[in-house]
């Protein structure tokens, strides 16, 4: 018995951002900029910190694990932005949609551990700094992030497998830019509640309880670093946090307005907070990390310094 447009055969309609040609093709440009920049970007941290010894640290290699995520959250998502917008929407079949959907929820709960393993070296580095060597080994550090990655994949996986036997039975039409799961369910003509009690237990583990951590470990943090006697080791160990808070609290409040209060925005809003976090949020993430660190800084003189005595002696010869 043969079911109703179901999985393999069934296609789904992008409807993206509703507005003229003309608006259409400046944001197709926007995002353009916005995504070379993104990848350039989070490259040049990823190469940095495989390249600089100076920064073969913890921290960086986190940074650096970030990026990847970063790139892979972006390279997901952007190139079918921009057909969408090109051809005021656009035609993307099931098996394409769960595979965005797969690579864009692995991502984000990556990313969520991966800030979660971040606050916890900052801990160490900050409430046990003598300790900090020994227990922040290259092994230890690889084993985390290994284990952020593989928490990311699994949990995406077992959306895919819940998201698989529903059944897409109407006119298919998801009125946003990239297939998410609310979108997903809103147009599903099958019982949603199992994989709505499934999202809310997910949410807890991959969200809440990441969130709970690095609170925790940021109070601990505060308590330390007011009880060191000098002003200026006091703003130093601050500084050396300053960044991985902007990064958290920009990635949090933007992914928990819309999962947490859904209802309570309208489509366009949706649309923009999710644009926020799943486009601009990896640009930001470099950027925040360059800017406000002196130690990359100091590695990217060296590379152009570098590259530009090798290129006079190439000149030269």
Request: include cysteine.
């Amino acid at each position: 018995m043969q079911e109703d447009n179901l999985t393999v055969g069934t296609e789904f309609f992008l409807l993206g951002f509703q507005g003229n040609q003309q608006s259409n093709i400046f944001l197709f440009c926007v995002l353009l900029m916005v995504y070379c920049g993104t990848v350039c970007g989070n490259l040049l941290i990823i190469t940095l910190v495989s390249t600089s010894k100076n920064l073969h640290t913890p921290m960086y290699f986190f940074i650096s694990q970030l990026s990847i995520c970063d790139i892979m959250l972006s390279t997901d998502i952007v190139p079918n932005m921009f057909q969408i917008l090109l051809n005021d929407g656009g035609a993307i079949a099931f098996l394409g949609c769960m595979t965005q959907f797969y690579f864009f929820g692995a991502s984000e709960v990556t990313e969520c551990y991966l800030l979660t393993v971040m606050s916890y070296d900052r801990y160490v580095a900050i409430c046990n700094p003598l300790r900090y060597s020994s227990i922040m080994t290259s092994a230890h550090c690889v084993m985390l992030a290994a284990l952020c990655w593989l928490v990311g994949f699994s949990f995406a996986l077992i959306y895919i497998l819940t998201i698989s036997m529903l059944r897409f039975c109407g006119p298919n039409i998801i009125d946003h830019f990239f297939c998410d799961l609310v979108p997903l369910v809103e147009i599903a003509c099958s019982d949603t509640y199992a994989i709505e009690l499934e999202d809310r237990m997910t949410c807890f583990v991959a969200v809440f309880i990441p969130i709970i951590v690095i609170i925790i470990s940021y109070i601990h943090i505060m308590v330390t670093i007011l009880r060191f006697q000098s002003k200026v080791s006091r703003l130093r160990a601050l500084s050396t946090c300053s960044s991985h808070l902007t990064v958290v609290s920009i990635f949090y409040i933007t992914l928990l307005s819309i999962y947490l209060f859904p209802k309570r925005q309208t489509l366009n809003l949706s649309k923009v907070l999710s644009l926020l976090y799943t486009v601009f949020t990896p640009l930001i993430n470099p950027i925040i990390y360059s800017l406000r660190n002196k130690e990359i800084k100091k590695s990217l003189q060296q590379i152009i310094s570098k590259y530009v005595a090798c290129s006079t002696n190439i000149l030269m010869y």
